[in-house]
């Protein structure tokens, strides 16, 4: 069972760099999301796809962009990297509905900016 | 909006002996509440949640939680932890009825279990 899955696991970018994130997931969910996890800080969403065709602004969003490519493939997309963005990135995915559904996560991105 | 507070960012605790990580939340309409588990170099999973019913809560792995209205509280319980508990818990709200954009952690409390 694949789940989530995200690529790459681990990247290293200079400042002002661009890169994207790749995500997809094979259990049918209609939902998908973008977390990142600082130390101390728990997860914070940065955009989240409610379904095929829609996305929506987080509590992060700045500095980053997203395209939800069909129901199984959502990227995440740093246009012009900053250190701030050095962080361990999560995909995750949900069965649509009702907020009270469970969340699904990828292993994580790890990202390092210099 | 809602808010979770956890307690505790860390817990070091004997293999055997019982556990609580303390989690209280704000919110001024119905909520549903859940931990998940992260255990080192993973993704998060589910440990178990609330949605309505009983306010006591069977999760994987031994653990259990408890809904606390008057108290805005879900703790999680273990009775006896062993060294694969080793882990940072997330608890996490969302409002009745929102978004699932709308869930909201914790900052996490690291589980250290000893032999």
């Known amino acids: 069972n694949a789940g989530v899955t995200q690529t790459p696991k681990f990247q290293v970018l200079k400042t002002g760099q661009s890169m994207t994130l790749q995500c997809a997931q094979d259990m049918n969910h209609n939902s998908m999301y973008w977390y990142r996890q600082d130390p101390g800080m728990g997860l914070r969403l940065i955009y989240y796809s409610a379904s095929e065709g829609t996305t929506d602004k987080g509590e992060v969003p700045n500095g980053y962009n997203v395209s939800r490519l069909n129901k199984r493939e959502f990227s995440l997309r740093l246009e012009s990297a900053a250190p701030s963005q050095t962080s361990v990135y999560f995909c995750?995915?949900?069965?649509?509905?009702?907020?009270?559904?469970?969340?699904?996560f990828g292993e994580g991105s790890w990202l390092t900016v210099v | 909006a809602q808010s979770v507070t956890q307690l505790d960012s860390q817990v070091p605790v004997f293999e055997e002996a019982p556990v609580e990580l303390r989690c209280n939340y704000s919110?001024?309409?119905?909520?549903?509440l859940f931990w998940y588990v992260q255990y080192p170099n993973q993704g998060l999973q589910l440990l178990l949640k609330?949605?309505?019913?009983?306010?006591l809560v069977k999760g994987i792995n031994g653990f259990e939680a408890e809904f606390n209205k008057s108290q805005t509280s879900f703790h999680l319980r273990k009775p006896s932890v062993h060294i694969s508990d080793t882990a940072e818990y997330f608890c996490?709200?969302?409002?009745?009825?929102?978004?699932?954009?709308?869930?909201?952690f914790g900052k996490g409390t690291k589980l250290s279990v000893k032999p």
């Open positions: 996490a709200v969302s409002i009745y009825g929102g978004s699932q954009g709308n869930l909201i």
């Open positions: 919110s001024s309409v119905s909520v549903y």
């Open positions: 995750a995915s949900s069965d649509e509905g009702y907020s009270g559904n469970t969340i699904y």
């Open positions: 609330y949605l309505s019913g009983s306010t």
